[in-house]
């Protein structure tokens, strides 16, 4: 069983950074894509950012490009998303995601998925 458990979100203001982090368990992390995604309330969930199981490749969505750096460390088994310059339009829930060997941006590519976790940027 994967289970994957995100933290590091919270309230900041807008242009300050936060870092995501999202530890994974139960199967063999480095064979694994990773992936962030985003919702907010009523919306659909967004594709921010994914990783390759090496790290060597990484695919970012529109809003995260230039802002936004996802990266992993597989002897922690932990995927970070470092989210820069933030803008109040980034509150959001953001979810963490792993896909067997696919490197994909949408939701049916990824199988396992942790609980959120809120961010806010206030204006």
């Known amino acids: 069983q994967v289970q994957l458990e995100e933290s590091g979100g919270g309230l900041v203001q807008a242009g300050d950074s936060l870092r995501l982090s999202c530890v994974a368990s139960?199967?063999?992390?480095?064979?694994?894509?990773m992936a962030w995604f985003r919702q907010v309330s009523g919306k659909e969930r967004e594709f921010v950012a994914a990783?390759?199981?090496?790290?060597?490749?990484?695919r970012y969505g529109d809003s995260a490009k230039g802002r936004f750096t996802i990266s992993r460390d597989n002897a922690k088994n932990t995927v970070y998303l470092q989210m820069n310059s933030l803008k109040p339009e980034d509150t959001a829930v953001y979810y963490c995601?792993?896909?067997?060997?696919?490197?994909?941006?949408?939701?049916?590519?990824?199988?396992?998925w942790g609980q959120g976790t809120q961010v806010t940027v206030s204006s």
């Open positions: 139960g199967h063999t992390f480095s064979s694994h894509a």
């Open positions: 990783i390759s199981g090496s790290g060597g490749t990484t």
């Open positions: 995601a792993a896909a067997l060997f696919i490197l994909g941006t949408t939701l049916n590519e990824y199988r396992y």
